[in-house]
Every structure is written in structure tokens, then in C-alpha cells.
């Protein structure tokens, strides 16, 4: 199955800082890699689809890029709200895997 | 809007079979794949597997000797059941609609299931 390493693990942040998750997989993806954030207490929902295509509702301080087996979600101008753990998922290959999320939290 | 309902019981002894139910509101239950995913704590989600109205059925090969995925459409209700429980298997077990795309959106709001005797 795919492996999907995010990096950093956890990360403190303050308001307004540019934040940069990285997620590299270990066989090529294309372009089939999807981003979702999980605040405490709640389900995941999805915020990038398709490495980077924006979803409805999101703010658009969220961001993606990338392809292949190196995928990047970038938060411009983080907000209180977004302390929150982030995953990426690749619908690539079955069986469909996660990377193992990161965790910002406010300093 | 769409709302997804996991339901079953919240503790199961281990050796037996889990059980759990996804009732469906505001989404036609025939045609979307409906995914089962699960999140022990402290560890990484895990896709358990997806099921479609025409009976194609895709589950994760880690799992795939004790799962087993049926719906019911007369009660918009798409079901779980995990065989040979272990305390492994104790984790939040979501359903959510698979898009055509193949990510997921959106997720039930989960249920916590222990397994232990």
C-alpha cells in the first residue's frame, strides 16, 4: 500500500504566520492527493482536493500544490481557528491511506 | 444538507462482532459510494472500505477477511460489521460519502466503539 509521511508532526503557530504541511508518498500519485482539517471534538472535512483545487466554504488562505509524490497545503495568514490536526489522503491505488496528520497548535 | 448518523453499540467483547449502522439524510443512498473509516487515538485514519448500490464492494486488504459492508436502501442505511474483534479495533468509526473524485465529504459526526471484555 501507498505510505503518506506528513512532516512536521506537530507544529506550534501564532496568528497571522504562513504555515507550510508537507505530504510525500511513496509511489507517484499523480495528482490524486486530498488535504482535510480536524478541529478537536469533530469529524475531518476536506479543504484541497486533487492536490490543489480549492473546495466551496473553504477560506481561501488555504492553499495546495504539488504532484507526483511531493504535495504541499500552505495556510496564508493562519487563524485561531485553524489550530486544528491536518491530513492528507491519496485516492490513487486502493487500498485509499492517510498520512499520519499534523498537529498545529497556538503558542 | 446532507447529514450522516453512525450508530451501534459503544462497547463490544472482544473475539465478537461489531456492529454499526450510517443512516443517510439529504443524499440518495443509491447513488454515491459510501466509505467506512476508522481512527484509533493517537494513530493515522484508516479506510476501511466502500460500498455502491450495484454491489461493487472495495475493501482494504489489511481488513478485508472480517469486514463485511451491506446497505439498505428502503432505511438509507449503510452497515458495518468487523468480525474477531480485538482491542485493535477500538477506534472512532466514521462513514462519509466517497465523491466521484474519491476523497470524502462529508463525514458523520462518528462513534466511539471500545472493545474489551
Known amino acids: 500500500e501507498i505510505v503518506l509521511t506528513q512532516s512536521p508532526d506537530f507544529q506550534s503557530v501564532t496568528p497571522k504566520e504562513k504555515v507550510t504541511i508537507t505530504c510525500r508518498a511513496s509511489?507517484?500519485?499523480?495528482?490524486?492527493l486530498h488535504w482535510y482539517q480536524q478541529r478537536p471534538g469533530q469529524s475531518p472535512r476536506i479543504i484541497i482536493r486533487?492536490?490543489?483545487q480549492s473546495i466551496s466554504g473553504v477560506p481561501s488562505r488555504f492553499s495546495g500544490s504539488g504532484s507526483g509524490t511531493d504535495f504541499t497545503l500552505t495556510i496564508n495568514s493562519l487563524e485561531p481557528e485553524d489550530a486544528a490536526a491536518y491530513y492528507c489522503?491519496?485516492?490513487?491505488?486502493?487500498?485509499?491511506?492517510f498520512g499520519q496528520g499534523t498537529k498545529l497548535e497556538l503558542k | 444538507q446532507v447529514h450522516l448518523q453512525e450508530s451501534g453499540p459503544g462497547l463490544v467483547t472482544p473475539s465478537e462482532t461489531l456492529s454499526l449502522n450510517c443512516t443517510v439524510s439529504?443524499?440518495?443512498?443509491?447513488?454515491?459510494?459510501w466509505s467506512w473509516i476508522r481512527q484509533p487515538a493517537g494513530k493515522r485514519l484508516e479506510w476501511i472500505g466502500r460500498?455502491?448500490?450495484?454491489?461493487?464492494?472495495n475493501y482494504n486488504p489489511s481488513l478485508q477477511s472480517r469486514v463485511t459492508m451491506s446497505m439498505d436502501t428502503s432505511r438509507s442505511q449503510v452497515s458495518l460489521k468487523l468480525s474477531s474483534v480485538t482491542a485493535a479495533d477500538t477506534a472512532i468509526y466514521y462513514c462519509?460519502?466517497?465523491?466521484?473524485?474519491?476523497?470524502?465529504?462529508?463525514w458523520g459526526q462518528g462513534v466511539l466503539v471500545t472493545v474489551s471484555s
Open positions: 462519509a460519502i466517497t465523491t466521484w473524485g474519491n476523497w470524502f465529504d462529508p
Open positions: 439529504g443524499a440518495s443512498i443509491s447513488a454515491n459510494y
Open positions: 460500498i455502491f448500490s450495484d454491489g461493487t464492494l
Open positions: 509511489q507517484t500519485l499523480g495528482t490524486s
Open positions: 486533487y492536490a490543489s
Open positions: 489522503h491519496q485516492s490513487a491505488i486502493f487500498p485509499y491511506t
